[in-house]
């Protein structure tokens, strides 16, 4: 959503006389938030589908502790380079670990990664996948 002056306009979705709420595409509230939910159901299903062909790949253990996992839940899928600070990695092969909800919490709230068993693994993960992060952002630097 933008932000700053509001002003009449032509929504360029549905072509009629409204607040203008997003400038750059030219969108009302209503299809403003209807692009967003839109983007975010796709997203959501990519997610899910993903979440679950990783879990099948698995053999069910936590990486950590090594309990076996019963069922799926999206919760047993960490990422190692998180999804908001890397999004271009979200979907990446190498960037995940099997883990157990509590494990999984220790591994994102602990503050405490390097004591895990896990960690020698994902620091070098974390290094190579962090050096072509930043070398492909530095191409396209470059680039433009």
Not at 5 to 12: L, N, P
Not at 44 to 71: H, I, M, P
Not at 82 to 88: D, E, L, M, W, Y
Request: aromatic share 12%; glycine share 4%.
């Amino acid at each position: 959503m933008a932000f700053g002056k509001i002003e009449k306009g032509i929504c360029s979705a549905c072509e009629s006389e409204q607040w203008i709420v997003h400038k750059n595409k030219k969108l009302c509230k209503k299809c403003n938030d209807k692009r967003k939910s839109t983007k975010a159901n796709k997203r959501n299903a990519d997610d899910d589908k993903w979440y679950r062909e990783v879990f099948e790949k698995s053999n069910k253990t936590c990486e950590e502790c090594s309990k076996q996992l019963q069922g799926f839940s999206r919760s047993y899928v960490s990422h190692i380079l998180s999804k908001g600070a890397f999004p271009s990695y979200r979907y990446h092969p190498k960037n995940y670990n099997i883990l157990c909800y509590e494990c999984h919490q220790t591994w994102e709230f602990s503050g405490n990664r390097k004591s895990m068993n896990i960690w020698p693994k994902n620091e070098e993960l974390i290094y190579e996948l962090k050096a072509k992060y930043h070398e492909y952002a530095k191409n396209l630097k470059n680039q433009s």
